[in-house]
């Protein structure tokens, strides 16, 4: 296995800890396309290494493995009847073993660095990654520290201790220390998984392969992913290009980056036809999961958008939340980091960018039981009487 | 099909909305043992009803599904170690499209009442099931009302409300609640579906199933059940029965009743050798989503415990509580009433009730997301420092 620089084509030989390019300072990916067999098995003893390991050919074995992935793709006539168009999949990735997708990628990260003999553990997160790294460290039974920022909400940090992890309220810059983190943690041998980690990346393929069986190997046109630090959207298209190469799909969805309008440095440099995002200033939506003001993988983001014929589309604080609602009036109840997709589509829709006869799929990217304080800006109201009066409620439901 | 009560055997012909024996009052059940075959498919293009349909064939069609089931069946040699026995399986119904097993048989009862015609539907619940009835109803566009205790904590109401529900706080006892509740959705067309439903437990026998696939038709020897009102237990036990009329396994798990000390009228009954259980005086435990003073299908849970050579047993405080930290510690963070069956297994272990060669599994029931402030109570500590200070604290972890 061989790191890549995406933007200049510098090889590096596997080296566990970096995840940028020393030359250009882009993001390095997996250098191969891997191509395979799928191995089918009982759904029920499988988990997803079994099934897809001809492609991550560098992981020996599974040491750690909570069985993430598997997710349902839902697909809701209900919202395409809504947004007039052919398709809505919604792919459930609430349903991962933490209750986000990042599961996908710590298993995959957390199991290659054990195999090079790391035990101990570490990532920068406030919110879905901590989570999943705390708990993943902890089914293998190994050191576990998560770093976040001082100003981070009390009542998030329970459930990253929870798992036993050391938690690290750190005084200063986001930025500064995803970068400090990785510097401190190649000196101290701890394995620091942060979002656009090579390997993290390459776990997030798989959300791909599993749309492509899920759709009888025919994707939707379009695949719109709620971007952070573009480490989702980096794998889902890693995934789309390996399935091409090993001659299951006939060709690749769109992809859509959709971020909040209140944090979309990757939206602004894409209108603005820059190569290079520029960091955001005052980052403020209730999308916190994707509120990165500057994402590491942005640029490569953009080029990916410009390769795929994609787009990048920021969507309004209200549209958020009208679709975290609706949705969750679809029996979906998802983070608002979520709702950002399917709003994202709705928006195209409206500006004639998604054409009638399109089938699109969205990632739900996490539980809305994770950030369930926002709820309290979604005016939702309840009736109140005695045992006595329910019969006249009731009746007039 | 056919209701049958299991008390006296009476029967009765398919009514929708009749949960209990008019002679005896005891819970009805679906009076059948269904056996046929497995309908294997692609993991990712099947839902559970396609695979067992052979075990439902009063279900015509699935008009909802949010694609709950197919849940892992993690194995744990950390506590299967600590526990010093065999085997310890953990079946995590965390993963399920609400985050709890009550998505299984809210799935079945929908869509049996849709077929029938109904158009609107209930529940009383403060917890896991309001919002899986609530999440259904929102699925299949139905109108939904979720009748609760007029004590409820309000930050659960906003997670219900979410999906569009009509909330009603109800002043008045919870068990005549549950009573009113079915009288009224009789006379005005609105199914309840509540906790013990037979329908609804007819739902919770694909864990039984899923048990056996999961173990290659060599299913534990004892199966662990956080039990409320008696639902759960009752339908894993007539999966297991299902599938050795099927010939699919030899032999039936020994059924284990689990409640917290706090709230445990089936375990007193049964430590009294009594026939009937009597309502529990005051409820206190965090184990709230199990805390039934006076389970509905409590009589009938003693009535399997006998037959199947099973146990009753009440685990304390500290116990629940300590065990879902050793959970979560083991990378699967689930809600104290999950944690009560686990926390069972070691009470039986340390009382010389499981023996040594023992292979037991546990029903994780629900999310510990679904109430986190229950960690206030489990003394976690973190720790703060400038990003200068860091190094010196990783170097030392």
């Not at 891997?34 to 599974?62: A, C, E, H, W």
């Not at 492509?212 to 939707?220: A, D, G, H, M, S």
């Not at 916190?288 to 969507?315: C, D, K, T, Y």
């Not at 039981?369 to 800006?377: E, F, M, N, P, R």
Request: hydrophobic share 40%.
């Amino acid at each position: 296995m061989q790191l890549i620089c995406q933007n200049c084509g510098k090889r590096y030989a596997d080296q566990e800890l970096l995840y940028h390019c020393n030359h250009c300072q882009e993001p390095l990916e997996v250098g191969e396309v891997f191509v395979g067999s799928i191995r089918v098995g009982n759904p029920l003893r499988q988990n997803m290494m079994d099934r897809y390991s001809d492609f991550f050919p560098y992981l020996q074995k599974t040491a750690v493995c909570l069985q993430e992935g598997f997710t349902p793709l839902f697909k809701s006539s209900s919202f395409a009847q809504k947004l007039g168009i052919q398709e809505v999949l919604l792919k459930n990735e609430t349903q991962n073993p933490t209750w986000s997708f990042k599961d996908r990628g710590t298993m995959v990260a957390m199991n290659y660095a054990i195999q090079k003999g790391f035990h101990q553990f570490g990532t920068v997160s406030t919110g879905n990654m901590a989570v999943s790294v705390a708990a993943y460290g902890a089914a293998a039974g190994k050191k576990t520290v998560i770093l976040v920022g001082n100003d981070i909400a009390k009542e998030k940090l329970a459930p990253i201790a929870i798992y036993g992890a050391q938690v690290i309220l750190v005084d200063g810059e986001y930025g500064n220390l995803y970068q400090e983190s990785i510097r401190l943690g190649w000196k101290h041998g701890i394995y620091f998984i942060n979002s656009d980690h090579p390997l993290r990346v390459e776990g997030y393929k798989t959300i791909a392969y599993e749309i492509c069986e899920q759709t009888n190997f025919n994707p939707p046109d379009y695949m719109i992913v709620p971007t952070s630090s573009g480490g989702l959207l980096r794998g889902i298209e890693k995934g789309f290009a390996e399935f091409m190469a090993a001659g299951f799909i006939a060709k690749k969805p769109k992809l859509v980056c959709a971020q909040a309008a209140g944090c979309a440095p990757i939206v602004k440099a894409w209108e603005n036809d820059a190569e290079k995002i520029v960091c955001w200033q005052n980052p403020q939506t209730e999308a916190h999961a994707i509120a990165n003001p500057m994402p590491p993988s942005g640029n490569r983001v953009l080029q990916i958008l410009r390769q795929e014929q994609g787009f990048a589309v920021a969507v309004a604080e209200d549209a958020i939340l009208q679709t975290q609602k609706d949705l969750a009036q679809n029996g979906l109840f998802v983070q608002p980091a979520s709702a950002v997709a399917l709003a994202a589509a709705i928006k195209l829709v409206k500006e004639g960018l998604l054409p009638r006869q399109a089938r699109i799929a969205c990632v739900l990217t996490g539980s809305g039981l994770k950030y369930t304080s926002v709820l309290s800006k979604q005016q939702l109201s309840y009736q109140t009487c005695g045992i006595e009066k329910l019969e006249g409620l009731l009746k007039n439901l």
